[in-house]
């Protein structure tokens, strides 16, 4: 009896455990919180002045807005179950890839050419890895070593 009360309490101990961490993964950051961290880590990791940093904020607040608006837009057609034709498609592409190389042209001009440079190795370190996150993902998640294998070395 003591070992069946005991079972209860644990299960029902884990369900409330994995709801909580789902109610924590719904709040997320505003728009203005975000460029304020982002913001800051360029400063710390570019050696930013305060101007640049103030610059760089704008620039990454306006970015967060205009994604905000395409992802809402993007959700109210799924949710009324409107497709986008292959034109509207290629539209919101080309109009994302408009705004990344304005977004790259606006950094250009605001950093040094020493700051730029480590910006965009810092940018296509972070896509690297993202792309290496969701290959392993697709490919079934990473790789766990074998028993025999610790065994050996």
Do not use: C
Not at 130 to 146: L, T
């Amino acid at each position: 009896m003591k070992k069946i009360v005991l079972v209860l309490l644990l299960a029902i101990s884990f369900v409330g455990f994995s709801q909580e961490k789902k109610e924590m993964q719904k709040e997320r950051l505003t728009n203005e919180q975000r460029a304020e961290l982002e913001s800051k880590k360029m400063k710390l990791d570019l050696d930013l002045n305060d101007k640049q940093t103030a610059e760089v904020k704008k620039l990454l607040l306006e970015q967060q807005n205009k994604g905000d608006e395409v992802r809402k837009t993007m959700k109210a057609k799924k949710e009324s179950g409107v497709k986008p034709s292959q034109d509207e498609i290629f539209k919101m592409k080309n109009e994302l890839l408009d705004r990344q190389i304005a977004f790259k042209g606006e950094m250009k001009k605001l950093l040094t050419p020493e700051q730029y440079a480590k910006w965009e190795a810092t940018r296509e370190a972070k896509k690297d890895k993202m792309k290496d996150h969701f290959k392993q993902r697709k490919e079934g998640g990473p790789k766990k070593r074998k028993p025999e294998a610790i065994e050996e070395n």
